[in-house]
């Protein structure tokens, strides 16, 4: 196309095609020629998001009316941003889309697609892998990061470059909603996942992004995780040493080791200061401190939240100032406030070199990403990404890693062939939820379609449903996304339990489906659309479920599907086996038929505490010492499921602790080596999990931090030597002083498979 010159007429020729469009060049030298280019107005587009809102995106229809189109588009933009569209509708307004921004307009900078890719590609026709709380539970960095992988190449192909994912939040509070689209509660374990989760996304660990991969961006940046009374965006006013020790570490280990593209600050405030406009913590502490040089971008609507919900700017240009000077580079999803910055530039209330700092790396993203060369998506191409058959394994494969068993009172694994009738009941049996961001599947397979599949043509399989959660339509993603929430009434819900208690009394054995759906559990951002609780106890009538069915006196097998911890105190007293399902994506009922019949040995871990009541609150296995000094006088104030427990089905044995060297200097290190031998006599995969506590120091310090896990596989009998290297970071805090140091003293070693103390052998170090 011929170049248009600042009149705006169009240039019948060129001797030589400007510097930026020479892909031979430096993208250094093509990122100053095209930023000398760029008018005002052209540089903020830059920096601004564009979004029609709600499921649509800028149809076709929009793209023909070309006064909105040149209204909205005219300039430029940094990105387009996600929408629910199937795969050949994606492509193909995509390319539209694109071909408008590199051919009509001024320069031709062609815009990103942003997209969600927390456990999958948030569109129809993509996999769908467990929610992101359940695949964490694998403990698995390597299948995090062929997951993460998978997801970027059905991002990519479909035409998108920048996905608002991982979310890293430590999660200190079950009642929050987004508590499923976290890895939990430990810092260095989500440090570790976060790592392989971006190295996966972007395809390398130097902050380049690799052909076939998309940017990454952590989020939430900080306290994102533990808001007061577990509510979305609520206050974080939590000390310093808190965020510095706790909410912290993921960010700043996945900054150090592997470079993503850009980071997100969090809805909430700290200290009184929404993090929008935080230039502590993202100018002080994260690029001086930490050294970070990627992009700082908002959440969705997080600059405009200064002025009508936080109250901290009088309108939308002056929170536009506030947060661009604190360091927030780019406004998503859409400019209402950055579109004000040419205005404050003039007034002299923001600065050009900051403008040009911004746009400069917005502008080398996607140089370095080949979109001048290379704009367009290609149908097939996507097809051929999202229909591979080896995604679908690997879905089942994360499944199969995140299942936890907590409890088996020598029921499971059930017999294939020995079964004459076997009852599958409950709301979550035939519908497969997926939790919140998640996309839609080719294929999807139920709990019961799962175990109908599994078992002898003999078997007959009964269904009940046994009441209902909600009374909306299921489709997860419209679950998750709608706004009014509609419950059945208890005589709808008491009359399906009746129903469901015949079934089972003609059964043998029962499998109980129940938990949350998308409804129950999921973001919050409004009062019309809620997603967080004051409870952790099962929903609805599905209490009266459970000891219906159990009062038969017949085995019964709980499947739980949720995505916050539950308190099923009735449930762990009087059921014989209990498996943690989370939401296991589209191979749930595959992964769960699997498991139940011994196809696969369970080997998932909780990630996070499970509380006996949401009155424990708060709740973590890293605890100062004084948090437990006392009990309750209702109850105890111990959990009912412990970080890092899960149960196999077969046994492991721990024996002969030892470190290489019992005494090292405050710069020195170590290696602890533990026996771990499979005494029972099924294969089975185990993960060894080693703590560390200082036992005296400057400032109180947890009982116990994770600091070390490996997952090891073991055929019966076999023994395997697992060692750990303790060096310094591992044994580093912030001091009396504020100061990231090693004191002197003793620390505990403690080795096991899970943080519960008689799970633990320990050993002690010393450190002079």
């Not at 600050?265 to 009184?272: A, C, K, L, M």
């Not at 229909?387 to 299942?403: G, M, Q, T, Y």
């Not at 929430?485 to 059964?507: C, D, H, Q, R, W």
């Not at 089975?684 to 036992?695: A, L, T």
């Amino acid at each position: 196309m011929a170049q248009k010159n600042r009149t705006g007429k169009k240039e019948i020729s060129s001797s030589k095609i400007p510097a930026y469009k020479n892909p031979k060049l430096a993208v250094s030298t093509r990122v100053s020629d095209l930023l000398s280019r760029m008018t005002i107005e052209e540089k903020v587009a830059q920096l601004m998001g564009l979004w029609k809102g709600g499921l649509e995106e800028f149809d076709n229809e929009f793209l023909k009316d070309s006064g909105k189109t040149k209204e909205m588009f005219g300039k430029g933009a940094n990105s387009i941003h996600p929408t629910f569209l199937n795969i050949k509708d994606t492509v193909e307004l995509r390319n539209k889309i694109q071909k408008y921004f590199v051919e009509e307009t001024q320069l031709g900078i062609p815009v990103m697609f942003v997209d969600e890719g927390q456990h999958g590609m948030m569109r129809r026709e993509a996999t769908v892998f467990p929610q992101a709380i359940g695949l964490a539970c694998s403990w698995d960095p390597g299948l995090f990061e062929k997951v993460y992988g998978v997801i970027a190449r059905e991002i990519r192909t479909r035409g998108a470059h920048h996905v608002l994912s991982p979310v890293i939040d430590v999660c200190r509070d079950p009642r929050w909603g987004r508590v499923e689209e976290t890895y939990g509660e430990d810092p260095y374990l989500n440090g570790v996942l976060s790592c392989a989760a971006v190295k996966g996304l972007q395809g390398t660990t130097n902050g380049t992004v690799a052909p076939d991969h998309v940017a990454a961006t952590l989020k939430h940046f900080t306290g994102h995780g533990q808001p007061e009374g577990g509510q979305n965006t609520a206050p974080a006013n939590y000390s310093l040493r808190t965020l510095r020790d706790y909410h912290m570490p993921p960010f700043k280990m996945c900054i150090d080791n592997v470079k993503p593209a850009s980071v997100m600050p969090s809805y909430n405030e700290v200290d009184g200061v929404p993090s929008h406009r935080n230039e502590w913590l993202l100018q002080n502490v994260l690029r001086k401190e930490w050294g970070f040089r990627g992009m700082v971008v908002s959440d969705y609507y997080g600059v405009e939240q200064l002025a009508n919900k936080h109250f901290v700017a009088e309108d939308r240009k002056d929170a536009a100032r506030m947060a661009f000077n604190s360091g927030v580079q780019y406004e998503f999803p859409q400019a209402n406030c950055y579109k004000y910055l040419p205005d404050l530039l003039r007034k002299g209330k923001i600065k050009l070199a900051d403008i040009d700092n911004a746009v400069s790396k917005v502008l080398e993203l996607k140089f370095s990403m080949g979109l001048f060369e290379k704009p367009y998506a290609d149908l097939k191409t996507a097809v051929k990404a999202s229909r591979d058959p080896s995604s679908r394994e690997l879905a089942l494969k994360a499944a199969h890693e995140s299942i936890v068993l907590l409890k088996n009172d020598n029921l499971l694994p059930l017999p294939k062939n020995k079964l004459k009738r076997i009852a599958v009941i409950g709301p979550c049996a035939k519908y497969v939820s997926f939790g919140g961001y998640a996309g839609e599947p080719y294929e999807k397979v139920s709990l019961y379609e799962g175990i109908r599949k599994k078992v002898s043509v003999k078997t007959e399989v009964l269904f009940a449903q046994g009441c209902k959660i909600t009374s909306n339509p299921t489709i997860p993603f419209f679950n998750w996304k709608l706004d009014e929430i509609k419950f059945p009434t208890k005589e709808e819900n008491m009359k399906l339990i009746k129903e469901a208690v015949g079934i089972a009394k003609k059964s043998e054995l029962v499998i109980l489906a129940i938990g949350e759906n998308e409804h129950l559990c999921r973001e919050a951002w409004a009062k019309t659309h809620i997603g967080d609780n004051m409870t952790l106890d099962l929903f609805g009538q599905q209490d009266d479920l459970v000891r219906a069915i159990a009062e038969l006196g017949k085995p019964v097998i709980v499947f739980l599907m949720n995505g916050r911890p539950l308190s099923i105190n009735y449930i762990q007293k009087n059921v014989p086996a209990i498996i943690e399902g989370w939401y296991m994506g589209q191979e749930t009922g595959t992964a769960a038929a699997d498991i139940i019949f011994g196809d696969v040995n369970p080997s998932g871990k909780l990630t996070i505490t499970v509380p006996k009541s949401a009155g424990q609150l708060p709740m973590y296995y890293n605890f100062k010492p004084s948090a437990q000094a006392n009990e309750y006088l209702s109850q105890d104030n111990k959990p009912l499921y412990y970080f890092g427990f899960g149960l196999s089905y077969t046994q492991f044995r721990f024996s002969n602790l030892r470190l290489e060297k019992s005494r090292i200097r405050l710069n020195g290190s170590t290696k602890v080596k533990v026996n771990v031998t499979n005494t029972g006599r099924r294969a089975g995969e185990e993960i060894v999990q080693m703590y560390i506590r200082d036992k005296v120091s400057s400032v109180t310090r947890p009982v116990k931090e994770l600091k070390g896990f490996k997952r090891i596989s073991l055929k019966p009998k076999e023994t395997k030597s697992v060692t750990f290297e303790v060096k310094p970071d591992l044994l580093a805090f912030h001091n009396i002083d504020m100061k990231y140091v090693v004191e002197p003293g003793e620390f505990e070693i403690m080795v096991g498979n899970s943080s519960r103390d008689e799970d633990l052998q320990k050993v002690v170090l010393t450190v002079s």
